[in-house]
Every structure is written in C-alpha cells, then in structure tokens.
C-alpha cells in the first residue's frame, strides 16, 4: 500500500466526515483530498520530477498536512523540516537532500531569498499566509517564488490526483534526526516501511473513525507525523495545536473537542502531573500513548490513581525503525517499568558486543528485524553500516538500536540506557535511566536528569538535575540520602543540581548536550 492511500480510502469512504481541526477551523476529507490534489499538480507542473524531495518547513497547520500528501501523489519525498530550525541547519538538510522545492509560512520568503545563493539545488519555493509578495529578482536568483493560495486557485479544476507511477518500496519521506555528533542525519522511510508501522500502532491503539486524537508534537518529530498518518488511516479526527506552551488550554480542547486520543513525551507528562486534573472533566478521554522514551514508572502509577479510567499505551521506538514494542493493557499494571513486547509482524532480540544473541535478563544491544526497518542513512554509508547489518538470512538487514535493555523469559523488554550515556564511575556501569526512574519516584521531584562529569579519580562522577514540585522543599543532602536508600553505592549522585525547569529539544525530550559540562 501506498502512504498516499491512506487519505485516498478515508476520503472516498468518509468524504464529508472531518479530518482536521486546526485553529477552531474544520476541514473534511473531501477538502483535504482535493487541496492536495492541486498541490501535487502543481508541483509537477513546475518540474518535480519522480523521487525529487520537498521540504516541508511549516508549524502544525492545514498546509502542512496537506503538504505532505500533496507530495506523495506527485511521486516526490518529503521531508518535514521542525518550524523552530535556524536557517544553518535549514540550508544544511536543503543542500543533504538536494530538495528541489521548499514550503515555507510567508514571513520566511525573504529569509530563503537572502540565502539563495547557497542553495544551488533548491528551484521552488511556496509560501503559505496571507502576506505573500512576490520577491524581486536579481541576476542570480534562480527560485521560483508562489503563493500557496494562488496555486490552489490555478489547479481548483484539478479534481482527482495525477497518474504517477509509485510502488511500495520506494522513498516516501526523509526524517532528520540529530546524532551525537556532527550534522543531523536523514532517515530513509520506505511507503512499506511507514504504512506498517501506521498498521501496527492504530491496531495496538485499537483506533476507530470515531477517534478524536489531539496532537501537539510537531509533524516534524517523528510520532507527531505518525498521529497524522495513523488518523488519516482509520477515518479519525486529528485536532492539531502548535504546542503545549500552554498546557491549560490544550487541556481545555480536549474538553471541548470530546477528544479521545492524546500522544505526549514524558516531559509533557511530568507538566501534567504538576496540575490539579481534577478540574477538568476528562470522561471522553480513552488514551494516553507516549513516545520519545518511556515514561517513568511513577509517571504511570500516579496517571493511574487521578485518571483511572484512561487507557496507558507504553510503547518504544525510534526514528530508524518508528515503533518497535508495546505493552498489552492487561500489562500495565504488572509491568509498569517495561516497554512491552515486539511490535506484530517484527522481532526483536538482544545482543552482546560481539552481536551473538543473549539469554534473558543479560543486558545488552536490541536488535529489530522487521518490514518497519529503515532503508538506511540518506547519502551517509558509513553510519548506515553501524545501524545495519547483515542479519541471518540471506539479503536481510537487522538495525542495531545502539539502545541497551534486557529481555525477560516472556519477551518483555525493559529499556536500561542509551549506549551511548552509559557513565563509567568507579569502574562501574551506571545506567542514568536508571538513576532517573529513582530519582522520580521522589514525591517532590518532578523531573530529572542523570549526567556524567570527567572525573581525575573516578573516571565520571555522576550529577543529578533536578526541578522539584510546586511548594516543596528539596535540599541537595536530602536528595542524594534518598538516592543511597534506593541504589548501590556506585550509583549514587555526587552532586545535586537545582533547576526551575530542565532544558528540551524542539521534540520535548530532555536536551542532555545542555547539561554536559564542556
């Protein structure tokens, strides 16, 4: 199946039924069909060609969603681009993929035309807004500058898509994803690798048309993407918000919209249960599903007691390979610190250094093989190959996570760190997530973060950054006194910092690289 299907099926059968609400604005399926019917007309009018990428620099927005399909009917790629990305490391992902049309919101045109000497590929840009100006041209400038709005004025007799041939293992998006070091790199996602990992989770999720799912992740960020996909898919109504800045209000719209569904990220979460929730009537709400990394043990336990009758959906994944586990709903409450068991249609395995399979409950690398597996790193061999390798049947990939966890004797996996943030003190491995989990059971504590510092002695000693709840007291003797009741000596904190909020990335996760000492 096709990526673009997905909005093809749901507008055919539920075409009057609403897809989007953006900004108290509502849009069907017919509406969204037929605006990204003339887009990708339109696109192939101005010459993309089959394969070509189009960047996608846009806020969670109408455009932005019918965008992406607009694109996919064209037979091109797209690629979301988070709306926050300075333009170094916009000119940067434009110039790595050679994008040969951008999308971009009206007040950015003239940002794109100071710099349109360094994006030699780049021939179209399409401004979204109400502000739009035709640039002036110089003897240079090569772009091709459109307004959003007339294109879909000019292709508004352009009712049905146009006939590109696309199969199911070809390119359908480029995701970029920052690694630990050096230039972010884009992950290669097949319309098989993307429609199956939409499948498994709608299933998982057991999504139906009358799902309203509320979503503040940005398309940009991966599982954000995913709620678009995975809405379209089933005939849900996607309620799109350009952030959790303000939390009471995002509240307040699942109240009014009757929503069903709500993705959030651990730091989400840990705003959340900061707030008195009694005050809202949540009686619709039938979900909460997380991504980004699991959520604390606490985090459930305490959803749990003020929101009992709400369904937590623990999941893992990452961007290479989208979902990878979840945790069955009769799981919840018994293994509140697993991330679940394999994904269907997907196996999961761990390994040690040397990549030989190891027994349960021994730590090592997860292993995924599956038809939700990366193609690969676009135009980067080198760091495919330390993510891929050659599995045990002839021709298959499996991907190394590069994630540590252990397996029990019933397939339930338990995430213990990254491989690469596992501290060496002492002589000693100490898994921050670890020390987190602890860390968050503390009553006063609402989020933490667990780095290591160079050490002449110890090798790494261990910080712990904390932010602590409205009206408690913390002191940093108390914190690593509780620390030593919880853990083994080894992993105990040397230094306690207090903070009135941890720093994130534009994703919502934790930006670790800010609290690393230089």
């Known amino acids: 199946m096709l990526l673009q299907s997905l909005l093809e099926n749901s507008a055919r059968e539920y075409p009057d039924k609403v897809a989007l609400i953006v900004d108290q604005q509502r849009y069907t399926y017919q509406e969204l069909e037929l605006q990204s019917n003339r887009l990708a007309q339109a696109l192939l009018q101005r010459g993309l060609q089959r394969g070509d990428r189009v960047a996608i620099h846009l806020e969670n927005s109408l455009e932005a969603a019918v965008a992406v399909f607009a694109v996919l009917k064209a037979g091109g790629v797209f690629v979301m681009v988070n709306p926050t990305t300075k333009i170094d490391k916009l000119s940067y992902v434009l110039n790595n993929c050679r994008a040969t049309a951008l999308i971009i919101p009206d007040k950015k045109q003239n940002l794109i035309l100071e710099h349109a000497a360094l994006l030699p590929h780049l021939k179209t840009v399409i401004a979204t807004g109400s502000r739009y100006d035709q640039p002036e041209s110089t003897e240079w400038q090569l772009l091709r500058f459109e307004s959003w ?108 919209e009757q929503v069903t569904g709500f993705p959030l990220v651990p730091t989400m979460s840990a705003i959340l249960l900061k707030m008195d929730l009694s005050k809202y009537d949540f009686s619709r709400l039938r979900y909460i599903t997380n991504t980004g990394a699991a959520l604390p043990t606490e985090h459930i336990l305490t959803f749990r007691k003020r929101l009992p009758h709400v369904q937590i959906f623990s999941m893992y994944g990452l961007t290479e390979c989208k979902r990878v586990s979840y945790l069955p709903l009769d799981q919840v409450d018994i293994r509140t610190g697993s991330v679940g068991i394999a994904m269907p249609d997907s196996e999961v395995f761990i390994v040690d250094d040397a990549g030989h399979r190891l027994p349960a409950e021994q730590t090592g690398e997860l292993v995924v093989r599956g038809a939700n597996v990366m193609l690969g790193y676009w135009e980067a061999p080198e760091r495919t190959a ?21 397996m029990d004797k019933e397939g339930y996996l338990y995430f213990v760190g990254r491989r690469d943030d596992i501290i060496k003190s002492r002589g000693e491995k100490v898994s921050p997530k670890e020390v987190e989990n602890v860390l968050f059971a503390h009553p006063a504590i609402s989020e933490a973060a667990i780095v290591g510092d160079p050490d002449p002695v110890l090798g790494q000693s261990i910080r712990a950054i904390v932010t602590v709840m409205p009206e408690q007291e913390l002191t940093e003797k108390e914190v690593i006194a509780y620390c030593r009741k919880h853990l083994e000596d080894f992993m105990v904190p040397q230094k306690v910092e207090f903070r009135e909020e941890l720093p994130k990335s534009p994703n919502g996760k934790v930006d670790k690289k800010q609290l690393v000492l230089p």
């Open 386 to 406: 330390e993510r891929l390798k050659p599995g045990e049947l002839p021709g298959e990939m499996f991907l190394y996570t590069g994630d540590l966890f252990r």
């Open 149 to 256: 709005d007339q294109l879909q004025n000019e292709y508004a007799n352009q009712l049905t898509p146009p006939a590109i041939k696309t199969i199911s293992i070809d390119l359908a998006a480029l995701v970029y994803t920052s690694g630990s070091t050096g230039n972010p790199k884009g992950v290669m996602l097949t319309h098989l690798n993307m429609t199956s990992a939409a499948r498994s989770i709608t299933t998982y999720l057991m999504n139906e048309p009358s799902d309203i799912i509320l979503n503040v992740l940005p398309l940009s960020f991966d599982y954000g993407l995913y709620q678009l996909l995975m809405a379209i898919r089933v005939g849900a109504t996607l309620v799109l918000e350009k952030s959790f800045t303000y939390p009471h209000a995002v509240l307040q719209k699942i109240i009014d």
